[in-house]
């Protein structure tokens, strides 16, 4: 036995040497990754086109970017011509994933958002849980000017506290005014550094017809913002934040040892399949407003109804919206982050490959029916130099119909790889003998 592992000892230490005089010699091995069966499975050289079961239309694709704050703007939704008859006075129905418009009425009229407000303060108070400066199991105290707000509302008490986890589900389900101011003042200091905060946030996600006032939506002078920007926002929490749909989906619930009942203001959750939030809102000024999200076949769609003349209507508007995004279109997913696209060979390096994989989910917004044709374009080197850094841009793969390019990810490295030297050949000879003598 020791001989034998003195012989596979002498052996590595040749083929290390053999590699730091040559170029690896190592064979190019393929990975075809796919989320759908009918993926053709054949790659060719560095520039390659495969011909998948996915299509779409000019007015119907974008690049998967859940990265980027802007809504996407095509040519098919640039006439509003209310062709869904709303009576609403603006509505909006984004994909949430890609951020693309696929319907739109009136959507940049300033309007009063109501309690939809909320939907910025939660994703200010799930950026504090996110950064630590909060935690979920933090006593929140309660103010008089907290105990004092009117509208909806758990009826804080000035001598209690809540937990964090208490006050974001009283907000989520139950639209607590009270709560949401507590949570402001717990955050910020007080509720007018809280609605700085806001408006701050608003400028970075481009919601320009947005100016906040107050953190809770009750009707104030000013306090405006557009179907368009509440799709933005609600985009912003569900991408970034996909743990307050635990919160969102609640039906009912109770708080302080069952004392104190929660129903959902969002009749959507218990009637509307796949639902996932987001927030209702009404006052007698602003009528009748949703942020309505749903999801279903990897499809999540976001729908803003504003200005509805009853709740009744709100919620029918909001499920027309919804309906018409599910039975129009679909999301095709092309490969998720970290699958692994091909090995590509290593010149001189201390392993002669490297995985290549996905920087980022890859997938585009289709329209149904017309699921043929896309190409799948691999631009990647057959061999690269050695040193190899983790994460380092190895090429990009691209898919596109008729010409047009649907969605791009980088290919990057998934791990590092030293180039061969003394040093690194007599540290590797090591390491390598160091296992064979512990196996």
Known sequence: MHFLKLSIGFLLSFSLIFCCILPSLAEESIYVWSSNANMTNSV??????????????????????????????????????????????????????TGQILYSHNIHEQLRPASVTKVMSILLIMEALDNGKISLEDTVPCSENAASMGGSQIWLDPRETLS??????????????????????????????????????????????????????LDEDGHVTSAYDISLMSRELLNHYPSITNYTTIWM????????????????????KGATGLKTG????????????ATRDDLSLIAVIMKAPSTKVRFEEAQKLLDYGFNT????????KDDI???????????????????????????????KNIEQILNLEEV????????????????????KTLSTVDIIAK?????????TMTKHICYSWVDLLRS
């Open 329 to 336: 279109f679909s999301f095709k997913q092309f490969g998720k």
């Open 44 to 97: 060719n050289d560095s520039s390659t086109n495969i011909t998948n079961s996915t299509s779409s239309n000019s007015n119907n694709i974008t690049t998967n970017n859940s990265n980027s704050n802007e809504v996407i703007q095509t040519s098919s939704e640039a006439t509003e011509n209310n062709s869904l008859l709303l009576e609403s006075g603006s509505a909006i129905l984004i994909e949430q994933t």
């Open 253 to 272: 619930d109770t708080l302080r040892d069952g004392k104190s009942q929660l129903s959902n203001t969002n009749k959507l959750i218990k009637s509307y």
């Open 164 to 217: 964090v986890n208490e006050m974001l589900k009283a907000i989520c389900v139950n639209s607590a005014n009270d709560c949401v101011v507590a949570m402001a003042e717990y955050i910020a200091g007080s509720e007018e550094a809280f609605v700085q905060m806001m408006n701050d946030k608003a400028k970075i996600l481009g919601m320009n017809d947005t100016c906040f006032k107050n953190c809770h939506g």
């Open 384 to 403: 690269i130099p050695a040193p190899v850094s983790n994460g380092q841009k190895l090429g990009e793969v691209s898919f596109s119909l008729d010409g």
């Open 415 to 423: 791990n590092e790889v030293e180039k061969i030297n003394l040093f």
């Open 341 to 371: 696209v091909k090995t590509v060979c290593v010149d001189k390096g201390v392993t002669s490959y490297v995985d290549a994989v996905l920087k980022d989910n890859a997938g585009t917004l289709i329209e149904k029916g017309k699921d």
């Open 282 to 293: 009404s006052t007698s000024l602003a009528l009748y407003n949703l942020s309505a999200s």
